[in-house]
């Protein structure tokens, strides 16, 4: 059984870049699917952030594009989130998950369980 | 920017039918995913690639896409159904991946 989980700080300064990492379990990161990052704002809806491939390429959103980068770590079954310059804008729970193709719609089939992060001084 | 819009609320009776619909330019050509999400939780794929239910999810959940609009049904509705559904797709060019705003289901 495929498993995800977020790690990372809960509390990022203003101005400072927020990272995340999301550990796979039960599913070989290298084998296929693609992988991405979700948030939610409290009480908002989800917003995609960014897909990844184990060979590399990347996708992101346009909105973030600029700010973001995600990464893999193939041999750590692990991919990862940074996201520069955060604000309270970026405060919300940050969900990592895996993403099937789709004819590159890539919709998000697992799913962790969400961390959240608040950005505060 | 590319956008898919929901209803904001549904809200029915338990056993009654209840019918969420998603709108977007691109749902012709690209699938439409939907997510139950209950309160504080993760969300859930409930149906993929416009209307596939993944092992475990209740027959009574069905979606089907007709031109820009993708419509998930819940066919019967349990007071365990009740959450916020949210539909996701992307766009014609395939730069953005959205989710529709969310509709939050009521079963009373």
């Known amino acids: 059984q495929v498993q995800l989980q977020e790690s990372g700080p809960g509390l990022v300064k203003p101005s400072e870049p927020l990272s995340l990492a999301c550990t796979v379990s039960?599913?070989?990161?290298?084998?296929?699917?693609?992988w991405g990052w979700i948030r939610q704002p409290p009480g908002k809806g989800l917003e995609w952030i960014a897909t990844i491939h184990h060979s590399g390429t990347t996708y992101y959103s346009p909105s973030l594009k600029g700010r973001v980068t995600i990464s893999v770590d193939t041999s750590g079954n692990q991919f990862f989130l940074e996201l520069s310059s955060v604000t309270a804008a970026d405060r919300a729970v940050y969900y990592c998950a895996r993403q099937a193709f789709g004819s590159g719609t890539f919709g998000p089939d697992v799913w962790g369980q969400g961390t959240l992060v608040t950005v505060s001084s | 920017s590319y956008e898919l819009t929901q209803s904001p609320s549904v809200s029915v009776s338990p056993g009654q039918t209840a019918r969420i619909t998603c709108s977007g330019d691109?749902?012709?050509?690209?699938?439409a995913y939907w997510y139950q999400q209950r309160s504080g939780q993760a969300p859930v794929l409930v149906i993929y690639e416009d209307d596939k239910r993944p092992s475990g999810i209740p027959e009574r959940f069905s979606a089907s896409t007709s031109g820009t609009v993708a419509t998930l049904t819940i066919s019967g509705a349990q007071v365990e159904d009740e959450a916020d559904y949210y539909c996701?797709?992307?766009?014609?060019?395939?730069?953005?991946?959205?989710f529709g705003g969310g509709t939050k289901v009521t079963v009373l």
């Open positions: 039960g599913y070989a990161i290298s084998s296929g699917y693609y």
């Open positions: 691109a749902l012709p050509k690209k699938y």
């Open positions: 996701y797709s992307a766009d014609n060019n395939g730069d953005q991946r959205v």
